[in-house]
Nanobody, 124 residues
Framework: QVQLVESGGGLVQAGGSLRLSCAASGGTPASSNYVMAWFRQAPGQERKFVALITWGGGLIIHADSVKGRFTISRDTAKNAVYLQMNSLKPEDTAVYYC???????????????WGQGTQVTVSS
């Protein structure tokens, strides 16, 4: 029912910036107990957690690997979540996915809906 569509990926040189967007549609209105998150998966690697935000904005978590460089945010009026990525490094190269679920106290990778992913490539 819920559809998530990512956009904003592309090719950028190391040190550059990109802003990813994830638009949600087709489901029930988001509430404060909803969680939206970003994950990424590099070739040959397992999918890894990047950041999450509760729909009410009360809890924001960034993975240690991106702290100080990436910032997750949301716009409840637009039913969208964003990932501002600054100071990009080659190791940030991956397909980035947004995800949505209800409830905070669930396993890290246990999400109900996933987007199709958007490619981010950082050249050195």
């Amino acid at each position: 029912q819920v559809q998530l569509v990512e956009s904003g990926g592309g090719l950028v040189q190391a040190g550059g910036s990109l802003r990813l967007s994830c638009a949600a549609s087709g489901g029930t209105p988001a509430s404060s107990n909803y969680v939206m998150a970003w994950f990424r998966q590099a070739p040959g690697q397992e999918r890894k957690f990047v950041a999450l935000i509760t729909w009410g904005g009360g809890l924001i978590i960034h993975a240690d690997s991106v702290k100080g460089r990436f910032t997750i945010s949301r716009d409840t009026a637009k039913n969208a979540v964003y990932l501002q990525m600054n100071s990009l490094k080659p190791e940030d190269t991956a397909v980035y996915y947004c995800a949505e679920r209800v409830g905070i106290s669930r396993p890290r990778y246990d999400y109900d809906y996933w987007g199709q992913g958007t490619q981010v490539t950082v050249s050195s």
